[in-house]
């Protein structure tokens, strides 16, 4: 299947710094991808999503001048969490679908935490 | 408003024997359904798709229903061993984004040896 490569793994930074993770599709284009966040025992939450050469559609209650989205090339996605705080902490998670499938491919993971 | 529900409750099992997982939705008409896997700490894995003229559908140990008229899948491991410990969530498309993948709650699996 397709692969979704994410970095870094684990970030530990400290409040009031900002925070740049990747999601590059590796094997395939991806007009669009999604970003999510999880907090522990529970399920995915959709944050936004990314859209290549346009701006990222945000879900409500979701800040978009605190968790910046670019998606500059078909295959890569940035997700920036400025000024970070503890209450930001969690576990940060991006996909695509290729569009030749239905399923999604995700990336392996961010964990962020703020100290 | 759309829900997808699953027990949120952690099904623990013996080895050998048959698990299975429920999901339910409401709200929503979709043409298929999807089971990932996700272990801790890391970002799911794609198991199944089911669509909606498909009753059932496999794949080696997996077996995945669709009722749309009941508006639940179940979602069922045979001869279950302890690697197949694990979260599995269902997920629908939400239609009201382009490609935008809505999971439910998860449900821990924890099989003994």
């Known amino acids: 299947g397709a692969v979704v490569s994410q970095h870094p793994s684990w970030v530990i930074c400290k409040s009031g710094t900002s925070v740049k993770i990747e999601c590059r599709s590796l094997?395939?284009?991806?007009?669009?991808m999604f970003w999510y966040r999880q907090f522990p025992k529970q399920s995915l939450m959709l944050m936004a999503t990314?859209?290549?050469?346009?701006?990222?559609?945000?879900e409500q209650g979701v800040e978009k001048d605190k968790f910046l989205i670019n998606h500059a090339s078909l295959t890569l996605s940035t997700l920036t969490v400025t000024s970070a705080h503890p209450e930001d902490s969690s576990f940060y998670i991006c996909?695509?679908?290729?569009?030749?499938?239905?399923?999604?491919?995700f990336g392996q993971g961010t964990r962020l935490t703020v100290v | 408003s759309q829900k997808i529900e699953q027990n949120s409750e952690a099904l623990n099992i013996q080895e050998g024997k048959t698990a299975t997982l429920t999901c339910n939705y409401t709200?929503?008409?979709?043409?298929?359904l999807q089971w990932y896997r996700q272990d801790p700490g890391r970002g799911p894995v794609f198991l199944l798709l089911?669509?909606?003229?498909?009753k059932e559908k496999r794949k080696e140990r997996l077996k995945v229903t669709f009722d749309t008229t009941l508006k639940q899948s179940l979602f069922h491991i045979t001869a279950s061993q302890p690697a197949d410990s694990a979260t599995y969530l269902c997920?629908?498309?939400?239609?009201?984004?382009?490609?935008?993948?809505?999971f439910g709650t998860g449900t821990r699996l924890l099989v003994s040896p």
């Open positions: 996909s695509a679908r290729d569009l030749g499938g239905n399923e999604a491919f």
């Open positions: 990314s859209n290549e050469g346009s701006k990222a559609t945000y």
């Open positions: 094997d395939f284009q991806a007009t669009t």
């Open positions: 089911i669509r909606e003229n498909e």
């Open positions: 709200n929503y008409s979709p043409a298929y």
């Open positions: 997920a629908l498309d939400d239609p009201t984004g382009f490609q935008k993948l809505v």
